[in-house]
């Protein structure tokens, strides 16, 4: 059986899809993934077949960052190169796991070629549930039902600007009658079997949701490899106090380099010692000292458990290396699911939501870095979680439920 991983995103989506991927192929499957064009390079790098989208996400996201140029492109006009790509990325295929980054298409992809499938989630965005409302709206005191209500509204947000557009695909390219039904909502009313790769000790199973959701673990991809740390590196980590890691992922910003000077004054003001990842469009400055060491494409399994404190932007994938680290997390978030874990992490007293990115300070900032490399029983919790978290087999446990899935569909 030829197992096809539907992955369009950024390195967030696509590192845990991965994972997931390896797994499955030691488990005697036929798989390969479908990607965006800039993330080839990676997962062939694993030996997993790839397919690709035109689209470049690491291109995007800079070009959309760019204040310099007037000539952007709009995220209607990725989701439009992404549609013309869809049936391309899934040819040969006789199962589909995807992502909710490809949800938009993959839905009408099946309705088309009759492909089974399952949904690979990261992050609660989905499927209704009493017990806290959707990644992105507000916690109000209202209840359960406004919870409830929250994943409806968003589930119209996403869809309505796109109706038209996946209307005119399905009609001219898939051929098929054009769709009044959210297709957000019917992958939820269809009781598609869904994988969530979190960690249930990071956010237990709502008890309102059905059996066939599942919360199998995170799923880890072990990106250390051959990796070889710089010397400057180990030297810089080994000559004096732990220093705090700084680092916002893909999360491209106009205010790169305001960003940096808000950083650097904030790990000034609180003593400490400095790595700071330039990220994609980069916190770059110049003469930045020998307290503070810039850095680029350091596998964070290797990285983070050599830190104090763990500052980042919140995303899924980064949250879940920083607690499996066992090192207090500093989450300053800039959208998406992003604050959504930043509550998680404050909740269960292993870091520290001081500020959005857009409220960045350094007096927030330093306070928070103060708090977290001295607060032992932060720390003792941080690490009692981590060693949780690394006895857990989200792979594993992911691909017995594909597998006994694939089993009733015989």
Same mark, same amino acid.
């Given at each position: 059986?030829?197992?096809?991983l539907?992955?369009l995103g950024?390195?967030?989506d ?5 994972a997931?991927?390896?797994?499955l ?9 479908a990607i965006?064009s800039?993330?080839k390079?990676?997962v062939?790098?694993?030996d997993? +077949?790839a397919?690709?989208s035109q ?6 996201m %800079?070009?959309s960052?760019?204040t310099n ?21 899934i040819n ?8 909710p ?13 009759n492909?089974p499938?399952m949904l ?13 409302p959707?990644i992105?709206?507000?916690?109000l005191?209202f209840?359960?039902?406004?919870n =409830?209500w929250t ?25 098929l009658?054009? %769709?009044q039904?959210?297709v ?5 009313n ?5 994988l ?5 000790t990071?956010? +237990? ?5 059905e ?5 199998t673990?995170y799923?880890?991809?072990d990106?250390?490899?051959n990796? =070889?740390p ?10 004096g106090?732990?220093?705090?890691y ?9 205010n ?10 904030a ?5 400490v010692r ?9 916190l770059?400055t110049?003469?930045?000292?020998d307290d ?11 990285l983070?458990? =050599?830190m ?5 932007h919140g995303?899924a994938? %980064? %949250?879940?290396?920083?607690l499996k ?14 604050p959504?874990w ?11 939501f001081?500020?959005?990115r857009?409220?960045l300070?350094?007096?927030?900032l330093?306070n928070a ?5 001295n607060?032992?029983?932060m720390q003792e919790r941080?690490?009692q ?10 792979v594993?446990?992911?691909?017995k439920?594909i597998?006994?899935?694939i089993?009733?569909?015989?």
């Open positions: 059986m030829h197992i096809r539907l992955a950024t390195r967030g696509v590192q845990p899809y991965l997931l991927a390896l797994g192929k030691e488990a005697g499957y036929n798989v390969s993934m965006t800039d993330f390079a990676f062939e790098s694993y997993i +077949p397919l690709t689209v470049n996400i690491r291109e995007f %800079t070009q960052a760019n140029t007037s000539h952007k492109p709009s995220r209607m006009d990725v989701f439009r190169q992404v549609l013309q790509d869809a049936p391309s990325l040969d295929a006789d199962f589909l796991i995807y992502s980054a490809s949800a938009m298409a993959a839905p009408h992809l099946i309705e088309k070629y492909i499938s690979g989630l990261l992050q609660p965005y989905l499927h209704p549930t009493q017990d806290f959707v992105g709206l507000p916690r005191p209840g359960g039902r406004y =409830q994943y409806r509204a968003f589930q119209s947000l996403l869809w309505l600007p796109m109706k038209k557009t996946i209307n005119e695909w399905r009609v001219n390219t898939l051929g009658p054009p %769709t039904s959210n957000m909502t019917e992958l939820v269809k009781n598609i079997p869904a969530f790769g979190w960690s249930p990071i956010l +237990p199973k709502p008890h309102d949701w059996s066939h959701l599942y919360l673990g799923w880890f991809l990106t250390e490899g990796y =070889q710089s010397q400057a590196l180990l030297d810089f980590i080994h000559d106090s732990l220093p705090v700084v680092g916002f992922g893909s999360m491209s910003n106009k790169a380099e305001e960003d940096a000077e808000i950083i650097i004054a790990l000034r003001q609180a003593g400095g790595v700071i990842a330039s990220g994609w469009k980069g770059i110049e003469d930045i000292g503070l060491l810039l850095i680029k494409d350091v596998p964070h399994e290797w983070f458990p =050599q104090a404190a763990v500052i980042h995303g994938g %980064t %949250t879940a290396t920083d680290s066992g090192i207090p997390s500093i989450i300053v978030p800039t959208r998406g699911d992003q959504f930043a509550h998680r992490v404050e909740a269960l007293g292993v870091g520290l001081p500020c959005t857009k409220q300070n350094p007096d927030a330093a870095i103060k708090q977290a490399i607060d032992s029983e941080a690490k979680l981590g060693e949780q978290i690394s006895h857990e087999d989200g594993g446990t992911a691909i439920i597998e006994n899935y089993e009733s569909l015989i």
